[in-house]
């Protein structure tokens, strides 16, 4: 090509570089219609045609947070118990109508919420309108469903929790980062505890926890919204409402001194640091300058902690962290795994080196719009499925009682600044802020050559 021609083509390449820029990125609107039944029921529908498909996201404003002392586990327990039958559909025929019919489903629990999703071809949104309402409605509790699904969930914690390398760790890391109960305890609940549960317990819980009243239904997909909102108050209208579930208590003190731990893990083969900061509700200025800040410290590579520990001095084998999202103060969270022969104690005074520095310094305009356009692109990708609009429509609706936040969210951690991210680093990432938790390794004991086979 001339070298004349060249020139203009990388001119107008630059031009059209420029005019993007200040154009700046195309802001992100999901249209839904938001309505209530009048048993409480809260529905919200995006009608989207991009594809003959329809997702269906049934999540109740219940977690391990509004669990009790000595009660813990039922709200994961009921994500078991969910798919054992109800009035019209057979143990295990939820999973079997909707796989047969082309779809995928599951079920999560978490300290805030629990959810139950699937995604169908369009023309079944009568199945999983259907096999949703009935289940609300008559969900079968019965002492053999509670007795076997307590052994399943059983199962699953010691499968990842108690004989997973620092399974006890994270678990440790909670109980001492929050004084509420609320947040105190872990989401699959103590074997103890699961174990004591009896029927009438769990079926107090589900009458509190799982009626419409205490509910919100996201609909996602091809249909027509007025012909799906009367097919919803056909299935979900005649559910009776339940009085309001108590209250949560979420409050937490102000943290003054370092908490600190050592959990010794037999299964665990490098030592393991994890540091927690208390921090912030979701949805407030904080919580976003919080995230661009934890993207700073340690999102991928040429993060800072990554830079440091593992290029620079080579310290630990991975660094991560995030920001916890909660309706109560969320943590600020830190985890780094130690090379074989490197110290505990240097790797500690590496990250609150780093730390220190993002306190006393504002951040570079690189790492600001690094950040932010990984927020962005995260954000974006996070909505492009049908099932994960309907996911999050009804978290934020649960949340924060606000759908719209799906609308507002980017615009929000957009509107971060440098003197944000030093200013929440230097209030919430204190040392009186940190708690701890240190793991070693501890060898499991090998039998002696008395003990073999039967101590032959």
């Known amino acids: 090509m001339p070298i004349r021609k060249s020139f203009r083509l990388i001119l107008v390449i630059l031009g059209l570089a420029a005019t993007v820029a200040a154009q700046g990125p195309k802001p992100i609107k999901v249209e839904f219609t938001d309505v209530r039944l009048e048993n409480g029921l809260r529905v919200i529908l995006v009608e989207d045609h991009g594809a003959p498909v329809v997702s269906l996201c049934v999540t109740y404003n219940v977690g391990s947070r509004n669990e009790r002392p000595g009660r813990t586990g039922f709200a994961h327990l009921f994500e078991h118990m969910m798919f054992q039958g109800s009035e019209n559909v057979g143990k295990g025929e939820h999973f079997l109508l909707i796989f047969n019919n082309g779809g995928t489903m599951n079920g999560t629990t978490n300290e805030e919420r629990t959810n139950y999703f699937q995604t169908v071809p369009a023309n079944q949104l009568d199945l999983v309108l259907f096999l949703e309402a009935d289940r609300m409605r008559s969900l079968d509790v019965s002492q053999q469903n509670l007795d076997n699904q307590r052994q399943v969930v059983q199962e699953e914690r010691r499968l990842g929790l108690d004989n997973q390398p620092y399974g006890r760790s994270r678990e440790k890391l909670q109980e001492l980062l929050y004084d509420n109960f609320a947040y105190k305890h872990s989401v699959i609940g103590s074997m103890e505890d699961l174990n004591a549960a009896t029927l009438d317990d769990v079926r107090e819980f589900f009458r509190i926890y799982y009626a419409p009243n205490n509910a919100v239904l996201t609909l996602v997909g091809a249909f027509r919204t007025q012909e799906a909102l009367a097919k919803i108050r056909k299935y979900f209208g005649g559910i009776p409402r339940q009085p309001d579930p108590p209250p949560v208590d979420v409050t937490e003190p102000e943290q003054t001194a370092e908490r600190r731990a050592t959990v010794e893990d ?10 927690a900061f208390k921090t ?83 951040i570079a305009d690189w790492e600001l719009m690094k950040a932010k356009n990984t927020a962005r692109r995260a954000f974006i990708s996070s909505i492009a499925s049908s099932l994960s609009r309907a996911i999050l429509l009804g978290q934020y609706a649960v949340y924060y009682g606000d759908p719209n936040v799906i609308n507002t969210r980017l615009e929000r951690i957009m509107a971060v600044t440098k003197e944000d991210v030093q200013r929440v680093a230097e209030r919430y990432l204190r040392p009186t802020n940190r708690t701890v938790v240190i793991t070693i390794p501890k060898a499991a004991l090998l039998p002696t050559s008395g003990q073999e086979e039967g101590g032959r």
Do not use: C
């Open 266 to 275: 037999p299964l665990a083969r490098l030592p393991r640091v994890d540091i």
């Open 280 to 362: 912030v509700p979701g949805n407030t200025p904080d919580f976003y300058a919080l995230q661009v800040l934890a993207n700073v410290l340690h999102g991928g590579q040429s993060s800072r902690l990554y830079q440091k520990l593992v290029r620079e001095k080579e310290l630990v084998t991975s660094i991560s962290g995030f920001m916890d999202e909660k309706r109560a103060p969320g943590g600020f969270y830190i985890t780094a795994t130690l090379r074989p022969g490197a110290r505990i104690e240097e790797v500690e005074a590496v990250i609150a080196e780093e730390i220190e520095r993002v306190r006393r310094e504002p």
